[in-house]
């Protein structure tokens, strides 16, 4: 399925990335929830977590990796959260699985 995120992938459309390799791409949310809003996405087109298969585990790990390689290169040294929403009662509002990385404020628990 063809999202918006496929768009920023293909660099058809525009995004404020920060780091990119053959397998993921992480760039800043264009609406942040905080002060650093980050989100870290598999070049696959995933949907979300439903959708996953024993054949991405290696790539879901790369994902994890990621946060940490971005949360270093960004020095967030005070403390961050990821999120991945799924579906709708998840507040999934696009179908390309993506971590959220938030930070730079107090985040409250639990979210809404
Ligand atoms: P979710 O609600 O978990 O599906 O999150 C989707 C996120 O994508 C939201 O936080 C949006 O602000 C963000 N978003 C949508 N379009 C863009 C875009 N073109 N560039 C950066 N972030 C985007």
Redesign the pocket.
């Known amino acids: 399925m063809t999202t ?2 496929s768009k ?1 992938i293909d660099k058809e ?1 525009p ?1 404020d990335i920060v780091y990119e390799d053959d397998l993921v791409i992480a ?5 942040p ?1 905080a002060p650093i ?1 980050i ?1 870290v996405i598999p070049k696959k087109p995933i949907t979300n977590l439903y959708s996953i298969e024993e054949e991405d585990q290696a790539l879901l790990g790369h994902l994890l990796l990621t946060v940490k390689k971005v949360v270093e290169k960004i020095d967030l040294t005070s403390g961050f959260r990821v ?3 799924n579906g709708s009662d998840g ?4 179908n390309h699985l ?1 971590l ?1 990385i938030l930070g730079g404020r107090s985040l409250q628990w639990p979210p809404g």
């Open positions: 918006i995120f920023i459309i995004a760039f800043k949310d264009i609406m929830q809003h989100l999120v991945i929403n507040g999934q509002t696009v993506h959220h």
